[in-house]
């Protein structure tokens, strides 16, 4: 598998990872459903934190770079689970956060 795909699926799922650990809260707190998904919540940011630890580069760069990939990933949640069609901007925007995601991750250095 290409470095880059792995790369990005392993921000992918750190994202969704994180998402549903503070949407479960949300139903509970604003939509007024069950305490008890504050337990999958919990696992699911133990599940996120442990996602983003297994990133090979130095921690700042993992967590500016994973900034877009969050940000691609809202906007998907906002369509596939809020149902809410994103907007030509909100497209452009989470485009432009993963080339800085693909430029901060794949830029080639030096030593």
Same mark, same amino acid.
């Given at each position: 598998? /290409?470095?880059? #795909?792995?790369?990005?699926? %392993? /921000?992918?799922? !750190?994202?969704?990872?994180?998402?549903?650990?503070?949407?479960?809260?949300?139903?509970? %707190?604003?939509?007024?459903?069950?305490?008890?998904?504050?337990?999958?919540?919990?696992?699911? #940011?133990?599940?996120?934190?442990? %996602?983003?630890?297994?990133?090979?580069?130095?921690?700042?760069?993992?967590?500016?770079?994973?900034?877009?990939?969050? $940000? /691609?990933?809202?906007?998907?949640? %906002?369509?596939?689970? =809020?149902?809410?069609?994103?907007? !030509?901007? =909100?497209?452009?925007?989470?485009?432009?956060?993963?080339?800085?995601?693909? $430029?901060?991750? /794949?830029?080639?250095?030096? !030593?």
């Amino acid at each position: 598998m /290409f470095p880059e #795909l792995k790369t990005v699926g %392993l /921000f992918l799922a !750190t994202a969704i990872a994180e998402i549903l650990g503070c949407y479960l809260p949300y139903l509970w %707190l604003r939509e007024g459903k069950s305490i008890w998904l504050l337990a999958p919540a919990m696992v699911s #940011l133990s599940l996120f934190v442990w %996602l983003l630890s297994l990133h090979p580069t130095a921690t700042g760069r993992t967590y500016a770079a994973y900034g877009g990939v969050y $940000i /691609f990933a809202a906007i998907v949640w %906002l369509w596939a689970i =809020d149902g809410i069609r994103p907007s !030509t901007w =909100d497209l452009l925007g989470s485009a432009v956060a993963m080339a800085g995601m693909a $430029i901060i991750m /794949f830029a080639p250095r030096g !030593t």
